[in-house]
């Protein structure tokens, strides 16, 4: 038996944390988290980092638990972003957790989401990313972003968030061991928002209109709530190239008001959900 489920569920156990409580806030399923702890199923690289991160464990211990599911020899390689440690990456778990109920979560250099806070996972699940992915595999940002047949029902401006991010694009530092990463998502984008501007290259210069690429708020309408967010998008430096956070707050009081009642409610459906899988 792989020593990976016995070690990770020692350390849930340590934290005080529920299966349910850590498959919300990993974006799992708590079927799929059973299952890697018994040892009837293998993680994901990228998976065992999320959750070490999310049990907030030091660097030794996520190194650990990879070795324990035989990728300790894959972490670091020369890949993008590949310089992140997991420990740096985990000291922002308390953090994203913290900003509940408003949804947080960082994205790698292939744009996809190894880290988020449980509101994020809330609204993925609401919005039915989860059915989208295999188990254990990271929510993909340009996939949420372009089903307009269910992002289109709860925000009502979608397009004109769509143009920005390419818009936002622009001002990403250029990186030639993410550039290409940049490419694919700016090309995934622009199916659904054309636009006459050319993928990010490096090359390119900012426009007036690109100066204010993340000034237009995501605005919701769903389940008799509506409210705006402010999107803020903070990309990583250093060894942590490539990563970037992502954190939405709500424009105004009213919004406030609103925002913490709608993902309070996806968050209560989260642990329902997960519990009757469970029972």
């Known amino acids: 038996m792989s020593r990976f489920g016995p070690l990770l569920r020692k350390w849930r156990e340590s934290r005080g944390i529920s299966q349910q409580e850590l498959a919300l806030a990993t974006g799992i399923s708590t079927r799929h988290l059973s299952f890697l702890e018994t040892g009837r199923s293998g993680p994901s690289e990228q998976t065992v980092v999320r959750l070490g991160s999310q049990l907030d464990l030091p660097q030794r211990e996520i190194q650990r638990l990879l070795d324990s599911a035989g990728f300790a020899s894959q972490w670091g390689a020369s890949a993008p972003g590949a310089g992140a440690t997991p420990e740096q990456l985990s000291k922002l778990g308390p953090s994203l957790a913290a900003y509940d109920p408003f949804p947080a979560f960082i994205t790698d250099p292939s744009w996809k989401i190894p880290l988020l806070n449980r509101s994020a996972a809330a609204l993925f699940r609401h919005l039915g990313a989860t059915e989208a992915r295999e188990p254990g595999e990271p929510f993909d940002i340009a996939a949420i972003l372009v089903d307009g047949e269910r992002l289109d029902r709860i925000v009502t401006n979608r397009s004109a968030l769509l ?25 995934r984008l622009s199916t659904q928002a054309p636009t006459s501007s050319t993928p990010p290259d490096g090359r390119s210069n900012l426009d007036d209109d690109n100066a204010g690429a993340w000034a237009v708020p995501a605005c919701f309408e769903d389940r ?56």
């Open 163 to 187: 143009r920005r991010a390419m818009s936002g694009l622009f001002q990403l530092a250029p990186d030639p061991s993410v550039v290409a990463a940049t490419e694919r998502l700016f090309a």
């Open 224 to 279: 008799n709530h509506r409210f705006a967010l402010e999107l803020l998008a903070i990309p990583f430096g250093g060894p942590c190239v490539g990563f970037g956070l992502l954190l939405t707050s709500p424009v105004d009081e009213r919004s406030d008001t609103e925002a913490r009642a709608y993902f309070e409610s996806l968050i209560d459906d989260a642990l329902d959900a997960g519990a009757e899988r469970t029972s």
